[in-house]
């Protein structure tokens, strides 16, 4: 059974940076585009960045400058390095698995997500 299990997030003050990881388990990880989602209260589920098989790398408008993602395919491990945190990125953040060339919004896996909480 296939296992994303997030970590790294915490609260942290605006300006701030967090590094979220998120290690695969039981997934042919180097085969899986990878990435991040983020629900804030009371809104949908919104993309922030994915790194495809072949290394592709998309961001988010509202987090691009500020993040970067990368993954370990050795550590089947994928990371999202944070920097700038605002107040409005204060959401659950979600790692997800996509046995697509690129990271839909309908990926195979979803992760249990990780809380980031950004204090003004």
Request: charged content about 10%; hydrophobic content about 35%; overall charge neutral.
């Given at each position: 059974q296939v296992h994303l299990v997030e970590s790294g997030g915490g609260l942290v003050q605006?300006?701030?940076s967090l590094r979220l990881s998120c290690a695969a388990s039981a997934?042919?990880?180097?085969?899986?585009s990878m990435g991040w989602f983020r629900q804030a209260p009371g809104k949908e589920r919104e993309f922030v960045?994915?790194?495809?098989r072949s290394g592709d790398i998309y961001y988010a408008d509202a987090v691009k400058g500020r993040s970067t993602i990368s993954r370990d395919n050795a550590k089947n491990t994928v990371?999202?390095?944070m920097n700038s945190l605002k107040p409005e990125d204060t959401a659950v953040y979600y790692c997800a698995?996509?046995?697509?060339?690129?990271?839909t919004s309908r990926p195979?896996?979803?992760?249990?997500?990780?809380?980031?909480?950004?204090?003004s």
């Open positions: 605006a300006g701030g997934l042919a990880f180097s085969r899986h960045a994915s790194i495809g990371y999202l390095q698995a996509d046995g697509r060339s690129w990271l195979d896996y979803w992760g249990q997500g990780t809380q980031v909480t950004v204090s």
